[in-house]
């Protein structure tokens, strides 16, 4: 074990200044809402208090409480004013009635929650502008006004599942993201990540969430990991194997609910011929191979990855993939280094509304040569959801602390639907390992490799191919 105490990660939002702090806020809030009146106004009001599945609340549901909880936590909390409507304030807890409930509500309607977060709104952009980011925690580097604007990205997220969920014409269009680059063909199939201590989780990201806290040592035996995430022509070949069939590939868990829930192919994919066909945003489209596969369970990509004789990555391999760069010792916030999310580096914030094909994204690789581990498909771990040693929780139990458990595993990575303020190589998700209509899917990895600081350890490269693969 190489135990070289990392250095921690440079404070991008603390270093310029307090009117750059004040401006990176206001650019990311109109951010969210110009996102936020996109997914609103594109259906009609019949769509937008209706409830598309009971997994999603209605859309308005989602628009007020975005709203709900920037008054809440930047007007009341950070303003100190008075509550503005505090009748409404339980419709919009969401500890208080479970998504399959809030139809039943007596939910503002359309017209009135969009006025209301348009007030609300206004008197936060007036409260921004003489702000001090010091003082009360809340306020130091402006977390709160960052986790409000995370917050809003993540119901867009919500939402934009919400879209796909529902039925009838498409109401959203994006252009397709570009081909693969040229050299996407010839990437290894895997890489090698070499093992010893690595940094996880950040005690400096300023607008990081309690989860992700603090900055601890892991060590981390030498792995090789997938270059990309799974394709879906990779998937196909695991139904067209017998994958669904054969209780081998499935924990015992997992095959109960595939024989319950008659899994047969990811969430969205129909048969057509001898093909795949899928329903993506109101449009039914061949399967497009290169993709990668999204719509698929834990227990589906966990019954994949054995099938294909390897396993899913745990959460810390994940993230030393992600984060570690063997040349300084150090952590990065991102693979490509500590600057933020760039278009040409990651597949971020509904651009395009669908993921690159596997191998894009040269500039977003990590050291160890892994792409697209930021952006395109949030990508299922092996670990359960838990606290990291020292964790405490912040600002309130109900972010993480109450959801932590074996009940849930976490995701990594983000999706094409999450902004970049929502995204981080240190953020983690968390979900059932049945659920299957979040933008989920997942890369596979493997024991082994060089001993910890032997010659050519970190090196890309070797492959290793999957059941008929090659
Ligand atoms: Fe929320």
């Given at each position: 074990m190489t135990a070289t105490p990392a250095p921690p990660a440079p404070r991008p939002l603390a270093g310029g200044g307090v009117e750059e702090l004040r401006e990176v806020i206001a650019r990311n809030l109109l951010t969210a809402r110009e996102r936020t009146r996109l997914l609103t106004e594109s259906v009609d009001d019949t769509d937008l208090v209706r409830q598309h599945s009971p997994l999603m609340s209605p859309l308005v549901w989602d628009l007020a409480h975005i709203a709900n909880q920037e008054e809440l936590w930047l007007l009341r909390n950070v303003g100190g004013r008075e509550p503005m409507h505090p009748e409404i304030d339980p419709l919009y807890d969401a500890f208080e009635h479970p998504r399959a409930e809030r139809p039943t509500l007596p939910l503002?309607?359309?017209?009135?929650?969009?006025?209301?977060?348009?007030?609300?709104?206004?008197?936060?952009?007036?409260?921004?502008?003489?702000?001090?980011?010091?003082?009360?925690?809340?306020?130091?580097?402006?977390?709160?006004?960052?986790?409000?604007?995370?917050?809003?990205?993540?119901?867009?997220?919500?939402?934009?599942?919400?879209?796909?969920?529902?039925?009838?014409?498409?109401?959203?269009?994006?252009?397709?993201?570009?081909?693969?680059?040229?050299?996407?063909?010839?990437?290894?199939?895997?890489?090698?990540?070499?093992?010893?201590?690595?940094?996880?989780?950040?005690?400096?990201?300023?607008?990081?969430?309690?989860?992700?806290?603090?900055?601890?040592?892991?060590?981390?035996?030498?792995?090789?990991?997938?270059?990309?995430?799974?394709?879906?022509?990779?998937?196909?070949?695991?139904?067209?194997?017998?994958?669904?069939?054969?209780?081998?590939?499935?924990?015992?868990?997992?095959?109960?609910?595939?024989?319950?829930?008659?899994?047969?192919?990811?969430?969205?994919?129909?048969?057509?011929?001898?093909?795949?066909?899928?329903?993506?945003?109101?449009?039914?489209?061949?399967?497009?191979?290169?993709?990668?596969?999204?719509?698929?369970?834990?227990f589906e990509a966990d019954a994949y990855a054995r099938w294909a004789g390897r396993r899913l990555p745990t959460e810390a391999e994940w993230e030393k993939a992600a984060r570690f760069d063997p040349a300084t010792g150090r952590s990065r916030r991102f693979p490509w280094g500590d600057e933020d999310p760039s278009a040409d580096r990651a597949n971020l914030g509904q651009q395009y509304l669908q993921p690159a094909p596997v191998g894009s994204y040269p500039e977003g690789a990590a050291p160890c040569g892994a792409r697209q581990l930021i952006g395109d498909v949030w990508e299922w771990t092996s670990s359960d959801f838990l606290p990291y040693p020292g964790f405490r929780a912040w600002p309130y139990r109900e972010y993480s602390e109450v959801f932590f458990g074996p009940q849930y595993k976490v995701m990594r990575g983000g999706s094409f639907a999450v902004a970049p303020v929502a995204c981080r190589g240190t953020f983690r998700n968390w979900d059932y390992p049945i659920r299957r209509q979040i933008f989920a899917g997942f890369r596979t990895a493997r024991d082994g490799g060089l001993e910890d600081g032997a010659p050519g350890a970190g090196a890309a490269g070797a492959t290793m191919g999957r059941p008929g693969e090659e």
């Amino acid at each position: 074990m190489t135990a070289t105490p990392a250095p921690p990660a440079p404070r991008p939002l603390a270093g310029g200044g307090v009117e750059e702090l004040r401006e990176v806020i206001a650019r990311n809030l109109l951010t969210a809402r110009e996102r936020t009146r996109l997914l609103t106004e594109s259906v009609d009001d019949t769509d937008l208090v209706r409830q598309h599945s009971p997994l999603m609340s209605p859309l308005v549901w989602d628009l007020a409480h975005i709203a709900n909880q920037e008054e809440l936590w930047l007007l009341r909390n950070v303003g100190g004013r008075e509550p503005m409507h505090p009748e409404i304030d339980p419709l919009y807890d969401a500890f208080e009635h479970p998504r399959a409930e809030r139809p039943t509500l007596p939910l503002l309607p359309p017209a009135e929650a969009r006025a209301y977060a348009h007030e609300v709104r206004g008197r936060v952009m007036d409260l921004l502008e003489s702000a001090r980011f010091s003082g009360a925690p809340l306020l130091a580097d402006g977390f709160a006004y960052g986790m409000v604007a995370q917050h809003e990205q993540q119901h867009d997220e919500t939402m934009l599942i919400t879209h796909q969920l529902r039925r009838g014409t498409a109401a959203l269009t994006a252009a397709p993201p570009g081909p693969p680059p040229p050299d996407a063909l010839r990437q290894p199939r895997e890489v090698l990540v070499a093992g010893g201590v690595f940094t996880m989780g950040t005690s400096t990201e300023p607008w990081s969430l309690d989860n992700e806290r603090p900055a601890h040592q892991v060590v981390v035996p030498s792995f090789y990991l997938d270059a990309a995430p799974v394709s879906n022509a990779a998937y196909q070949e695991f139904i067209a194997a017998g994958g669904y069939d054969d209780p081998r590939w499935w924990t015992r868990q997992g095959w109960d609910h595939r024989q319950r829930a008659g899994l047969t192919a990811p969430l969205y994919w129909r048969r057509e011929g001898t093909g795949w066909i899928r329903d993506r945003f109101g449009v039914t489209e061949p399967v497009p191979p290169a993709e990668p596969v999204m719509h698929v369970s834990w227990f589906e990509a966990d019954a994949y990855a054995r099938w294909a004789g390897r396993r899913l990555p745990t959460e810390a391999e994940w993230e030393k993939a992600a984060r570690f760069d063997p040349a300084t010792g150090r952590s990065r916030r991102f693979p490509w280094g500590d600057e933020d999310p760039s278009a040409d580096r990651a597949n971020l914030g509904q651009q395009y509304l669908q993921p690159a094909p596997v191998g894009s994204y040269p500039e977003g690789a990590a050291p160890c040569g892994a792409r697209q581990l930021i952006g395109d498909v949030w990508e299922w771990t092996s670990s359960d959801f838990l606290p990291y040693p020292g964790f405490r929780a912040w600002p309130y139990r109900e972010y993480s602390e109450v959801f932590f458990g074996p009940q849930y595993k976490v995701m990594r990575g983000g999706s094409f639907a999450v902004a970049p303020v929502a995204c981080r190589g240190t953020f983690r998700n968390w979900d059932y390992p049945i659920r299957r209509q979040i933008f989920a899917g997942f890369r596979t990895a493997r024991d082994g490799g060089l001993e910890d600081g032997a010659p050519g350890a970190g090196a890309a490269g070797a492959t290793m191919g999957r059941p008929g693969e090659e």
